[in-house]
């Protein structure tokens, strides 16, 4: 993975015109950019904080490159980006992100949220809403898409996809995202879908629904292709998640519209706390195959995106918006 990583990087940032001149690179531009890049997917907001956290992390950075003359001083960082080439800089970033996606090999969750901190009121200004690309697993914002004022979620979505490689990868979109437009570019660019079903898309859900209830009652279905579950219990919590597929899907007549589609499922959440026991159904589409296990980690993956607040309230900064740290 490191060699992986540090060989992206040099190929995508390697080419990128250093503005300064010859007697004055103390410290190799490389350096630099890992320094801010890293630092910004932990959080580092400031070129104090990009020093702070480059000092902090030396012995990790030099696993990529030298840093013979150790961490650059805030005014190094910026300087050397108030002079970079922006657009060609936005136009690196957003190949290697692209590149990272193939190494991680990661679920996808698009989720839309709110940045409350956004909010001016003395300036008049609404909140900001965002919607981002996640990697789950790596916890990492692939790219994010600002919602216009007058727009919502649905037209912003594919212009973050857009942004994407999405070939072989996972991508879990709730209901507000379970548009035929949306199914169709994601199959296009290879990539697979988990799309959550609501009351959206006409008798969709509830066709769905009542096929899969029916077929999950049964002792012995035919029509389920696969069954997966898993339980956690702990802090006086006990909780069971059943996943189970169906590829018999000819009978939908929304079937066709959906590009790619080949599995409908439905997730079973039991949750017992203090005795009391409740269940809940949610019930999908994707153009998978028939892996019930595969379905229901995408799933969760998604949902513990989703139920971290932190994760959407911390401001992203993109890298080509740095020049205002300085």
């Not at 650059?72 to 922006?86: E, G, I, Q």
């Not at 959206?200 to 999950?216: I, K, M, P, S, Y």
Request: charged share 25%.
């Amino acid at each position: 993975m490191t060699k992986d990583v540090s060989s992206s990087f040099e190929s995508h940032f390697g080419e990128l015109s250093d503005p300064r001149i010859e007697r004055s690179k103390l410290y190799p531009l490389s350096e630099i950019l890992f320094v801010v890049l890293s630092g910004s997917i932990c959080g580092a907001e400031s070129w104090r904080d990009f020093v702070l956290f480059g000092k902090e992390k030396l012995d990790f950075m030099r696993q990529y490159y030298p840093f013979e003359h150790g961490i650059p001083c805030k005014n190094t960082f910026s300087r050397v980006f108030a002079a970079l080439d922006t657009e060609a800089f936005k136009r690196c970033f957003i190949e290697w992100v692209k590149s990272l996606q193939t190494i991680l090999k990661d679920v996808i969750a698009i989720d839309g949220k709110t940045l409350c901190s956004s909010i001016n009121e003395a300036c008049g200004a609404s909140a900001i809403h965002m919607v981002s690309a996640f990697a789950t697993g790596a916890r990492l914002v692939l790219a994010q898409q600002k919602v216009d004022e007058k727009s919502n979620e649905i037209t912003a979505i594919p212009k973050l996809l857009g942004l994407l490689d999405l070939k072989g990868q996972i991508v879990t979109i709730d209901a507000m995202g379970t548009q035929k437009a949306i199914a169709k570019q994601i199959h296009d660019k290879d990539g697979y879908y988990v799309l959550a079903l609501k009351g959206n898309q006409g008798t969709l859900n509830e066709d769905v629904r009542l096929f899969l209830e029916a077929e999950f009652k049964k002792d012995a279905s035919t029509a389920i292709t696969d069954r997966y579950e898993e339980a956690d219990k702990g802090h006086g919590r006990i909780e069971m998640r059943r996943c189970v597929v169906s590829s018999q899907i000819d009978w939908l007549t929304q079937k066709e519209q959906w590009a790619g589609l080949k599995t409908i499922a439905m997730i079973e959440e039991t949750q017992e706390i203090k005795g009391k026991t409740t269940t809940e159904h949610r019930f999908f589409i994707s153009n998978l195959p028939a892996d019930a296990k595969q379905v229901a980690l995408a799933v969760r993956a998604h949902w513990l995106i989703e139920s971290a607040p932190q994760a959407h309230e911390k401001e992203v900064h993109d890298p080509y918006e740095l020049r205002a740290c300085a």
